[in-house]
């Protein structure tokens, strides 16, 4: 079992950097770095989209189309977090934002894919 907890969400300015957290807990003696992590989001109105994953040892990142190139996924294993950072986000980057967790390694596949384990969530709202 993996509990996950976003934090870092709230209001901030289109042309800001938005810095998003997720701190996993996982059972005593065990650990989160078996998982690859992501992000997943959801606007008001639409489906839930993916945003970004990462493998379990940070080898391999994996973007959507709508971040790549403004988005940084990362981890440190060290203290069971994941960090996803947007560059100049944007009205459109409003959302609901997700923390997963899931033993998918492929992460080509996590678009596509429910992954086991989810965060409560964390609202952005980018202003213009």
């Known amino acids: 079992q993996v509990q996950l907890v976003e934090s870092g969400g709230g209001m901030v300015q289109a042309g800001d950097t938005l810095r998003l957290s997720c701190k996993a807990s996982?059972?005593?003696?065990?650990?989160?770095?078996?998982?690859?992590m992501g992000w997943f989001r959801q606007a008001p109105g639409k489906e839930r989209e993916f945003v970004a994953a990462?493998?379990?040892?940070?080898?391999?990142?994996y973007y959507a189309d709508s971040v790549k190139g403004r988005c940084t996924i990362s981890r440190d294993n060290a203290k069971n977090t994941m960090y996803l950072q947007i560059l100049s986000p944007e009205p459109e980057d409003t959302a609901v934002y997700y923390c997963?967790?899931?033993?998918?390694?492929?992460?080509?596949?996590?678009?596509?894919?429910?992954?086991?384990?989810w965060g409560q969530g964390t609202q952005v709202t980018v202003s213009s």
């Open positions: 996982v059972p005593s003696g065990r650990s989160a770095s078996g998982y690859a």
């Open positions: 990462i493998t379990w040892n940070a080898d391999n990142t």
């Open positions: 997963a967790a899931d033993a998918l390694q492929q992460l080509r596949l996590w678009p596509i894919q429910t992954p086991d384990y």
